[in-house]
């Protein structure tokens, strides 16, 4: 492609900063270089689409009133493509040049305005595939000089979303209309971005800096009502009104009824200098304790921060350049990975691609008022669906729904609910000691013990008592779903339903599914997955199915290393520093020794030659220590439930040590940060590599969401296989057999790793079809 408005990815001239002194707050200069200089040929829209398939458009339409309507016309979310955005200045310099265009409307077609730019040119760019347009050329040719710099007015029409770019567009108007459920942000941060085509300088002067800070560092979008509050739109009218009334609003201005405003010039929400740098010290404090590994939230307050001080058109090339760095950063494609990867567990071959309808889930009962039970009910109730919550005694019900209540007036505590709706969601729960009613329930999620024949009993009796239609779902995190179902004719209707504590909040789902398990089931489930706001991975039937299993060994090195002289709170500092919420001490501690020996024994009876048979855990559990709920685990806890170390815990390892007859090795103890987190996760990887080999999962992208939502794995790393294909098949394989060789089992590598490595491939490639368990 010859055309100068584009440069390859991997030449990327980077304009020299201008500086234009606190007198550019209100003064437009024109610092880019000029726009028809970036055209060969005839420089034109469709000259560029004959050379490439363009990827959504924009369409317009001049009213005889005078009024031109662009549309962007882009689905499913009118995304920003680099061809919209070249078709939308064409269309707006056709509206410039038209006698008969007096003011512009841009809008979105199908009720959506803008979901943002193109995430899916993100990989092309990255990879130099793709041309793009040179830096600054979209946000200051088009947006800034072409749209808001332009002699004729224009209203943006907002309904849907407006997001990213889509609200960038929004706010280079001078003027936008929104319906009150529109949503409208900047949530670039979630991609490892920052806003790039001028929000880091417009957002500030519409809403405020403390306003704007909040909604680009949380990368939280606010409705249509609450932007008005905020003046970053002017007016809220329903969706039928909304083109005409942006019609009227722009024939105003373009008539001096209602005054001219360019966004990126106004001054009168920003605090004044002073204040504004110690909000921003403030949020920089703020960001760098809540997430001390990314750059990008940072570099953000700096590119807000020079707009504020030297000028907006600063701020503006500053934000180019930082943004097209950014694009290029392992934070930015590992965060994209992820977007994508999140939306692909909901895309099941052999499920998803039967043109199966979810049928209507009416009622849901649930067997437990544990702490998993009312979790799931607190989920369910929150999504509107009615729940009956049985229990085995009057004492234990009252427990369970106490339970719930608790789940809920937490929401209204923090503000997330008011009375009204506590009353009105609590309402929809009931509770029962027996079977009567289940005969109307669509769906049973039985939340007990893990216990083999508990289990086999009720799922005998709920086929006895439910209708035939009925959805029989456990919760079980380990148990083998055709052991828990043996005693019923109903497989077919027999799924796993795993949430993760607490089941209200954790955003995972895994749904597993027995070869006998029927597709309308899973689709069912993954309808109401999808209505509870979880995202769902579909696994297949093993024990500790895909979360758990690949976890498992998460605690096993760590304690194969305590064994052998390394700090419990180094392992777990070095675990956390790399990104985890907690290190597997601390976590060991949050879920119990006693759920954590019973669960290795599972491991033990599946997987003998790979379990590292430690005893400190047994011998901690001898002397009534067993984490967080009793006060004393690895840590010691306050009554604030605040966790510090606890000198003490050295008599068990020692004690531990002897009994196996184990002698500190001082190499191990020597290890770095950066070694004992490869030591506590390449057997993770190990695992995760047997969980994709044997098809529990279909892909490796869903134990990237898997790692991510089930166990806090880091998202800016991209998920536990992504960031193993960052170190390398032949790397890891490497370090893992050189470790077996050494240290045993625990870290022999399976063969698909071995034969990745030896084949150069990558471990999340898909080659062949992986062995159907499901
Ligand atoms: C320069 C600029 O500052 C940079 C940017 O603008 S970066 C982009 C900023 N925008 C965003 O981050 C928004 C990202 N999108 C979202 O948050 C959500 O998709 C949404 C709120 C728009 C819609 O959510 P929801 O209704 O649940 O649908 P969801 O399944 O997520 O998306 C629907 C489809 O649109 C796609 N999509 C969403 N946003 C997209 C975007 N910006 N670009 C390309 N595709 C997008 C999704 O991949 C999905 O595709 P699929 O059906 O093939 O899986």
């Known amino acids: 492609m010859d055309d100068s408005r584009f440069v390859r990815s991997a030449h990327l001239p980077i304009p020299p900063r201008t500086y234009l002194g606190p007198t550019s707050m209100n003064t437009p200069i024109n610092t880019s270089p000029n726009p028809r200089s970036l055209f060969s040929g005839d420089g034109s829209y469709s000259s560029f689409v004959a050379r490439e398939m363009a990827k959504g458009r924009t369409e317009m339409e001049v009213g005889p009133d005078g009024v031109a309507v662009i549309t962007i016309i882009n689905p499913p979310v009118n995304s920003l493509s680099v061809d919209v955005l070249f078709s939308l200045k064409d269309s707006y310099e056709q509206a410039l040049n038209r006698d008969d265009v007096k003011a512009i409307v841009i809008t979105g077609a199908g009720g959506k305005f803008s979901g943002g730019f193109d995430i899916t040119a993100f990989g092309g760019l990255q990879g130099g595939q793709r041309d793009q347009p040179k830096v600054g050329y979209v946000s200051i040719d088009i947006i800034t000089d072409t749209l808001e710099g332009a002699r004729k007015p224009s209203v943006a029409a907002i309904d849907g979303l407006a997001l990213g770019g889509g609200l960038e567009v929004a706010m280079a108007c001078h003027g936008r209309v929104s319906t009150s459920t529109a949503q409208l942000g900047l949530p670039e941060l979630q991609l490892g971005i920052i806003p790039g085509f001028g929000g880091t300088q417009r957002l500030p002067r519409l809403v405020g800096l403390t306003k704007s800070l909040e909604m680009i560092l949380m990368s939280k979008p606010i409705k249509g009502e609450e932007a008005h509050a905020f003046g970053l739109v002017d007016a809220i009218v329903s969706p039928e009104e909304l083109v005409k009334t942006a019609r009227c609003w722009a024939l105003d201005i373009a008539e001096f009824r209602r005054p001219w405003i360019r966004s990126l010039y106004r001054t009168d929400k920003l605090e004044p200098l002073g204040e504004a740098r110690e909000i921003l010290k403030f949020a920089r404090s703020q960001t760098q304790k809540r997430a001390p590994n990314l750059q990008h939230p940072l570099v953000c307050l700096d590119v807000v921060e020079e707009g504020i001080v030297s000028g907006p058109r600063a701020g503006l090339w500053k934000e180019a350049n930082a943004f097209q760095t950014l694009l290029f950063s392992d934070t930015c494609k590992s965060l994209v990975h992820v977007f994508f990867a999140q939306r692909a567990t909901s895309k099941v071959p052999g499920v998803t691609d039967l043109g199966l309808v979810p049928r209507k889930i009416t009622k849901v009962a649930i067997l437990g008022g544990g702490l998993m039970g009312s979790g799931i009910a607190t989920a369910l109730i929150l999504s509107n669906y009615p729940v009956m919550l049985k229990e085995v005694n009057e004492k234990f019900l009252k427990a369970g729904i106490d339970r719930v209540k608790a789940n809920l007036q937490s929401r209204v505590k923090k503000g997330k609910m008011s009375q009204e709706k506590f009353e009105r969601t609590l309402s929809l729960l009931t509770g029962v000691l027996d079977y009567e009613s289940f005969k109307?329930?669509?769906?049973?999620?039985?939340?007990?013990?893990?216990?083999?024949?508990?289990?086999?009993?009720?799922?005998?009796?709920?086929?006895?008592?439910?209708?035939?239609?009925?959805?029989?779902?456990?919760?079980?995190?380990?148990?083998?779903?055709?052991?828990?179902?043996?005693?019923?004719?109903?497989?077919?209707?027999?799924?796993?339903?795993?949430?993760?504590?607490p089941a209200h909040i954790m955003p995972l789902l895994e749904i597993v599914r027995t070869h006998k398990t029927s597709p309308q089931v899973v689709t069912d489930l993954l309808d109401v997955g999808k209505k509870i706001r979880k995202t769902p991975i579909v696994v297949g039937n093993c024990t500790g199915f895909a979360v758990n299993r690949m976890f498992f060994p998460y605690t096993q090195s760590a304690l194969f290393l305590v064994d052998r002289g390394v700090d419990v709170y180094k392992i777990d500092r070095a675990c956390t520093k790399f990104g985890m919420p907690m290190g597997p001490f601390r976590l060991a501690d949050l879920v119990g020794f006693g759920v954590a020996v019973a669960t290795g024994m599972q491991y033990l009876e599946n997987f003998p030659e790979r379990v590292y048979k430690s005893l400190l855990m047994s011998i901690m559990l001898e002397d009534k220590r067993s984490g967080e709920a009793t006060r004393k685990g690895f840590y010691k806890y306050d009554e604030k439930r605040k966790a510090s170390p606890d000198p003490e815990i050295k008599k068990y390892i020692e004690k531990s040590r002897s009994m196996a007859g184990i002698t500190p090795d001082l190499e191990l103890m020597k290890l770095a940060d950066k070694d004992i987190v490869e030591m506590v996760f390449l057997p993770v990887v190990n695992e995760a590599c047997r969980v994709l080999d044997e098809g529990i999962v279909v892909k490796a992208s869903d134990l990237d969401i898997a790692s991510i939502m089930g166990?806090?794995?880091?998202?800016?790393?991209?998920?536990?296989?992504?960031?193993?294909?960052?170190?390398?098949?032949?790397?890891?394989?490497?370090?893992?057999?050189?470790?077996?060789?050494?240290?045993?089992?625990?870290?022999?590598?399976?063969?698909?790793?071995?034969?990745?490595?030896?084949?150069?491939?990558?471990?999340?490639?898909?080659?062949?079809?992986?062995?159907?368990?499901?």
């Open 440 to 501: 109307d329930v669509d769906m049973v999620i039985e939340a007990v013990i893990e216990n083999v024949s508990l289990k086999q009993q009720i799922f005998a009796d709920l086929e006895k008592f439910c209708s035939p239609h009925c959805i029989l779902a456990t919760n079980t995190s380990t148990i083998d779903l055709n052991l828990i179902g043996e005693k019923t004719m109903s497989q077919d209707r027999i799924v796993g339903a795993h949430f993760f504590s």
């Open 711 to 774: 166990m806090g794995f880091p998202p800016y790393r991209g998920g536990i296989m992504f960031w193993a294909d960052s170190l390398g098949a032949n790397y890891v394989h490497s370090k893992l057999n050189a470790w077996s060789n050494k240290y045993g089992q625990l870290f022999k590598p399976c063969t698909y790793l071995a034969e990745r490595a030896s084949k150069g491939l990558s471990l999340s490639a898909q080659v062949n079809q992986a062995r159907a368990r499901m």
